[in-house]
């Protein structure tokens, strides 16, 4: 883990094909894409990714890769992550995300949103009478939601369905 942590990604890479455990944690219950996350390693994050690390996976606080790659703002691996995360969603997933971003959005709840859609939840969402997250954020007053919306790629000339 300390390879990780310091950003030796060829070390990291021998350690792995010499059969370290890809999911070994510390006290905190960091493991070694964790602690990537936190010190802004994309080359040990494409790393660990490649072998098979779970981006979802958390710490004992609850807190996973993506968000301390978000908390420290190291966008390049926050992609990375977003990318694999993307790759790996189910539709279940994806139906799960929609109807949890639909509530951040209703309870006015940016922080919420702003981790869901760093989980990859679809920016353009819509409800069961086809109203989009960012017309429903607008109408409620969520300036901080449209933009977040926004910078996620939400269409601003979208219309409810017929």
């Known amino acids: 883990m300390s390879a990780a942590r310091r950003g030796h990604a060829a070390v990291v890479?021998?350690?792995?094909?010499?059969?370290?455990?890809?999911?070994a944690v510390n006290r905190s219950g960091q493991n070694a894409l964790i602690?990537?996350?936190i010190t802004g390693r994309a080359d040990v994050v494409n790393v660990l990714l490649r072998r098979g690390a779970d981006p979802r996976s958390r710490d004992k606080s609850?807190?996973?890769?993506?968000?301390?790659?978000?908390?420290?703002?190291?966008?390049?691996?926050?992609n990375l992550l977003e990318k694999k995360i993307r790759r790996k969603t189910t539709k279940a997933d994806?139906?799960?995300?929609?109807?949890?971003?639909?509530?951040?959005?209703?309870?006015?709840?940016?922080?919420?949103?702003?981790?869901?859609?760093?989980?990859?939840?679809?920016?353009n969402t819509v409800d069961k009478n086809g109203v989009s997250v960012l017309?429903?954020?607008?109408?409620g007053k969520g300036t901080a939601i449209v933009s977040q919306l926004i910078k996620k790629g939400a269409w601003v000339d979208s219309r409810v369905k017929d």
Request: net charge positive; aromatic share 2%; glycine share 4%.
């Open 62 to 78: 609850g807190k996973t890769a993506i968000d301390y790659a978000s908390k420290h703002r190291h966008t390049q691996v926050l």
């Open 13 to 23: 890479e021998l350690l792995l094909k010499k059969g370290a455990n890809l999911n």
């Open 135 to 139: 017309k429903l954020a607008a109408t």
């Open 35 to 37: 602690l990537a996350a």
């Open 94 to 123: 994806r139906s799960k995300q929609s109807r949890e971003l639909l509530d951040a959005v209703i309870n006015l709840d940016p922080v919420k949103v702003k981790q869901l859609l760093a989980r990859g939840a679809d920016s």
